[in-house]
C-alpha cells in the first residue's frame, strides 16, 4: 500500500511540474531591456532608407518607429510601424514628415494610420518633393489599450534628395 501511494504521490508531482511550465508570458515576465537603432542602409551604391526603427522589451510595445527612402526621382516613401506583443483596443501612428528650410526642420506633410483590435499598424505612404532639398520623417506611435494611451516618438536621419 505505501508503494503504491508514493507512486501515486510521484504521479501528482510529476503532473503538476509540467503543468506548471505551460502558462503564457505575462507582462512581468518580459525583461526591461531597450534597443535602440538608426541607420543609414546602402542599397547597391544608392542612398537606402534611413531607418529609425525603436525595439523595446520594456511596457506594451515591441517595435515603433519610421523611415524614409527616396523611392523614385522626385519622390520619397516614408514608413510607419507600431507593434504591440498582444491585440489591443487601437495601435497607430502619425508622421511628419519635414524638410530642412534654413537649418530649422519644417513640416510639410502628416500622414496618420490605426488601426483596432489587432497588434501591429504598418503603411508606406509616398509624397511627391523637390530636389535639392533634406528631408526626415519624425513619428508618434501610440498604442490606446483600456482606455490608457502610451505613445513613444522618433526621428529618422536626414536624407538628401538630388
Known amino acids: 500500500m ?11 508531482l510529476i503532473t503538476g511540474v509540467m503543468s506548471s511550465n505551460v502558462f503564457a508570458a505575462s507582462i512581468n515576465d518580459i525583461p526591461d531591456k531597450k534597443i535602440s537603432q538608426s541607420e543609414k542602409l546602402d542599397f ?14 520594456s511596457g ?26 498582444m491585440n489591443v483596443g487601437t495601435i497607430g501612428y502619425t508622421l ?8 530649422s526642420w ?12 489587432t497588434y501591429t499598424a504598418m503603411a508606406n505612404h509616398n509624397l511627391a518633393v523637390s530636389s535639392k532639398n533634406s528631408y526626415r520623417v519624425s513619428s508618434t506611435n501610440y ?7 502610451t505613445s513613444k516618438t522618433s526621428i529618422s536621419n536626414a536624407i538628401y534628395i538630388n
Open 60 to 85: 506594451i510595445f515591441v517595435n515603433w518607429g519610421a523611415s524614409i527612402a527616396q523611392s523614385d526621382a522626385g519622390y520619397i516613401k516614408v514608413q510607419g510601424s507600431t507593434e504591440s506583443y
Open 44 to 57: 547597391n551604391g544608392s542612398d537606402g532608407p534611413t531607418i529609425d526603427i525603436q525595439n523595446t522589451a
Open 2 to 12: 505505501k508503494k503504491i501511494l508514493s507512486i501515486l504521490t510521484c504521479a501528482a
Open 96 to 103: 511628419n514628415v519635414q524638410k530642412n528650410q534654413n537649418g
Open 143 to 149: 498604442i490606446i489599450n483600456n482606455g490608457v494611451k
Open 106 to 117: 519644417v513640416t510639410i506633410k502628416t500622414f496618420s494610420y490605426s488601426l483596432n483590435n
